[in-house]
């Protein structure tokens, strides 16, 4: 459940930032300026919206650290787990003596060479 809601703020949080980081207006105008041009420039213009605009994006962009990295260590967290489960099947397999069994199977043998017959003696 915590995973989940993760994803879900992760997502809304990368749309979000996505928004703020092109409403910002850069050298050319960006975005905002295809918004409207001019009436952009009172709405989004001066010093307050950029400081406003500044700040979301810095929250943005923490929030969609936190989670990016939260997200890694608990997909991670299952790897460790299945090690861990491994260990205990193998600690398990061994035996109560706590050593190897050893195989059982015979090891082949080669046929002894056979002897040429005798020579008969007359």
Known sequence: MLITLLDIVHVFVCCFLMLVVLLQQGK???MGAAFGGGATQQVFGGRGA???????????AAIFMLTSVSLAYFSSSGDRDLKARIVEEQRKGRGTEGTRVKSTKPKPTTPPAESAPAPAEK
């Open 28 to 30: 050319s105008g960006g």
């Open 50 to 60: 950029g400081n406003l605009l500044t700040r979301a994006t810095a929250i943005c």
